[in-house]
């Protein structure tokens, strides 16, 4: 069964030195799957990861259908044409859990907070899961920090942390270690992918070292640029 | 039930930002206070002189009191109308002028007689409230200053009165004890004066105008029998807002009156130009607060850009969004008008010293009610939270992708 089923979309990104556009004609990602997004910078993985997230609206979607586990599909088609960001919100607050490569972290309030937003805005307990979730991470005894006091490694475990507290469907991470040597981000990839296999989620990372997603196992999607047809433009696309 | 808690959850996210970030709030609040402090200065010195001058006015009688400037004649149901105008503090019944003068002398000094006007007077009576509570006896008399320097008496002392008359080419005169009850200041009544009860005054009208008086064993004609008509009345108003009325109550009535309205009229003319004044400076300085605020909290809102993509991230509604700069607009709101208040109470005694020459004991220059305070907190929270809407609204529309990578 699949989670998300896409097909004939298109994404376009203006900036000053040109348009990028990216084009998927057909994805279907199956429930529970890890996947990555192998590539180098600007092929638009985290383009993509932005629209899985339902953050981007597509210029165009000939249709997108999101299957939450033990739930039916929902067509999110109407939902992004009519660019309705609060219903999106709703669906990305339960069902998806998204590590930035920044981590995304609030700097004004604790770590614990931090990750106990997302179980907060559900109105589910927190405090223990979150110390589970922390303990888990290697992060019992930084709960009570600021996330500036933190190392990058730990910063990014706990975006981790927060991605997967509300154990959700649908977990998208955005170069979760490109910020961390080569042994410890072996470390964090391992303990990350461990957590999503413990609660059963579909991951999609996005990565541009290519060997450490192999060997941790990962489907890679499968990238390609097309010919620009006009000058200034780059267009890249997925598929599986 | 989401929303609800959405809502809390963004007010602590922005309490703990404005806590965190404390260096600028407190700029924030500081300039607030700066543009709030010079107007709560401005209403406390309109409040302040206006207040000084009514109760200036209020606290002279003379200012309330209605005087007929011609003699009429006015029976039970003119003084009954009257009374009951809402504007009446006070209403007595006057004889003609002529009747109303006495001659007083000190039997126990050797000194010059004193002619003095012989005034009616009552319990409630405006010039006499602080001296006299009690209804006088037609042997008691109340002094003004002058009189009773001229005559050098005091409280609780005797003084003879003396009136004449001339019947059928008849000069007689009636001596009467009176006994000194009070002396009032000169800031009160400045000419000689013996106020006394009206039966006193009706009995001195009576023998001046040749009729008999049994209790001085005055022969005389009789009073014919039937109302009695009276020839003047003292007539003192509620309020200084009340002898506009009263004079026009009057003057409809073809009375008219002698009255202090140019005064009264001057304080009220300078009431409304200190409200037009303030209001003018208020609402200058408000659209320029608002438009601070607005302008700050906008760029505040541009730099909190990535945070307000994360709560986007997170799954947060456009609402709760917007309620981020707001609430932290309500904390500016409330910390800024507490300092503002807080400097006020500074400033203010220094300025009321500055002035104290020219005032009384319990005058000030610079007064701001408390109701009037909290009316400047709440009005300074609704114009803090409108600025900051619009600063919500523009948060509510970041593309939460765009927002992520601002970092």
Same mark, same amino acid.
């Given at each position: 069964m699949s989670i998300l089923s ?23 990602l199956a429930a529970g799957g ?31 259908q999101f299957t939450p586990p033990a739930g039916s599909g929902i ?16 669906l990305?607050?339960v069902h998806i ?25 559900l109105?589910q ?41 509300h154990r959700p469907a649908l ?28 609660i059963g989620s579909t ?38 | ?44 010195? #309109?409040? &302040?002189? +206006?207040?000084?001058? $009514?109760? !200036?006015?209020? %606290?002279? @009688? ?99 009165? #003396?009136? &004449?008359? +001339?019947?059928?080419? $008849?000069? !007689?005169?009636? %001596?009467? @004890? ?230």
């Amino acid at each position: 069964m699949s989670i998300l089923s896409i097909s004939d979309l298109r994404v376009k990104k203006t900036a000053p030195s040109g348009t990028f556009e990216l084009r998927i004609d057909r994805l279907d990602l199956a429930a529970g799957g890890r996947i990555a997004l192998i590539g180098p910078s600007g092929c638009g993985k985290s383009t993509l990861l932005d629209l899985l997230a339902l953050l981007l609206i597509p210029e165009q979607a000939g249709s997108f259908q999101f299957t939450p586990p033990a739930g039916s599909g929902i067509d999110l088609k109407p939902l992004l044409e009519r660019q309705d960001l609060d219903r999106l919100g709703e669906l990305r607050r339960v069902h998806i859990g998204y590590v930035l490569q920044t981590g995304g972290l609030l700097p004004f309030v604790s770590v614990r907070r931090n990750i106990t937003l997302p179980l907060l805005l559900l109105g589910q307990p927190a405090q223990a899961e979150v110390e589970r979730v922390a303990e888990a991470l290697g992060l019992g005894d930084h709960l009570d920090k600021k996330p500036a006091t933190l190392s990058a490694g730990e910063r990014q475990r706990v975006a981790i942390a927060r991605a997967l507290i509300h154990r959700p469907a649908l977990v998208l991470a955005d170069e979760p270690t490109a910020a961390l040597d080569p042994e410890r981000a072996d470390t964090v990839m391992r303990l990350f992918l461990e957590l999503t296999a413990a609660i059963g989620s579909t991951l999609i990372v996005a990565s541009h070292d290519v060997e450490r997603v192999r060997r941790f196992g990962l489907q890679p999607l499968r990238h390609e640029f097309l010919p620009a047809e006009r000058p200034r433009l780059t267009v890249a696309r997925f598929a599986m | 039930m989401t929303f609800g808690r959405d809502l809390l959850m963004v007010s602590s996210l922005a309490a703990a930002d404005y806590r965190h970030e404390s260096r600028l709030s407190l700029c924030q609040v500081a300039a607030l206070a700066a543009v709030l402090t010079p107007l709560l200065v401005l209403f406390g010195l #309109r409040y &302040g002189i +206006v207040t000084t001058l $009514r109760e !200036e006015l209020r %606290h002279n @009688p003379t200012t309330l009191e209605l005087r007929p400037l011609v003699q009429g004649s006015y029976g039970r149901s003119f003084f009954a109308e009257l009374e009951n105008h809402t504007g009446t503090a006070f209403l007595l019944p006057n004889t003609r002028f002529l009747a109303a003068t006495v001659t007083l002398r000190n039997p126990a000094a050797r000194l010059a007689a004193v002619d003095s006007e012989l005034i009616p007077t009552a319990p409630g009576d405006p010039l006499l409230q602080h001296t006299v509570v009690s209804q006088l006896t037609t042997a008691e008399v109340v002094l003004s200053q002058t009189a009773a320097e001229k005559l050098r008496v005091g409280v609780g002392d005797e003084l003879e009165g #003396r009136l &004449g008359r +001339v019947v059928a080419d $008849r000069h !007689e005169t009636v %001596h009467f @004890p009176l006994r000194v009850r009070a002396v009032i200041p000169v800031a009160l009544y400045a000419r000689d004066a013996a106020f006394v009860a009206l039966p006193l005054l009706l009995m001195a009208e009576d023998y001046r105008e040749g009729f008999s008086v049994p209790d001085w064993q005055a022969d005389g004609r009789d009073r014919a029998p039937g109302e009695r008509l009276f020839a003047g009345f003292r007539l003192y108003a509620r309020s200084i807002d009340d002898v506009g009325p009263l004079r026009d109550w009057l003057a409809a009535r073809e009375i008219d009156t002698d009255t202090r309205l140019a005064e009264i009229g001057l304080v009220q003319r300078l009431d409304r130009s200190l409200t037009i004044l303030f209001l003018i400076i208020a609402c200058l300085g408000g659209i320029g607060f608002c438009l601070s605020l607005a302008i700050s909290l906008w760029g505040n809102v541009e730099r909190k850009r990535y945070e307000l993509s994360v709560f986007r991230l997170l799954g947060l509604p456009s609402v709760s969004l917007a309620a981020f700069p707001i609430v932290q607009a309500g904390l500016t709101g409330l910390f800024g008008s507490l300092l503002a208040g807080v400097c006020y109470a500074l400033t203010s005694p220094t300025i009321n010293a500055l002035f104290a020459e020219g005032l009384s004991a319990n005058q000030v220059l610079c007064r701001l009610p408390v109701t009037a305070f909290l009316w400047a907190v709440v009005l300074t929270l609704v114009l803090a939270t409108a600025a900051a809407a619009a600063a919500g609204w523009h948060a509510a529309r970041f593309s939460p992708a765009e927002g992520l990578r601002y970092e």
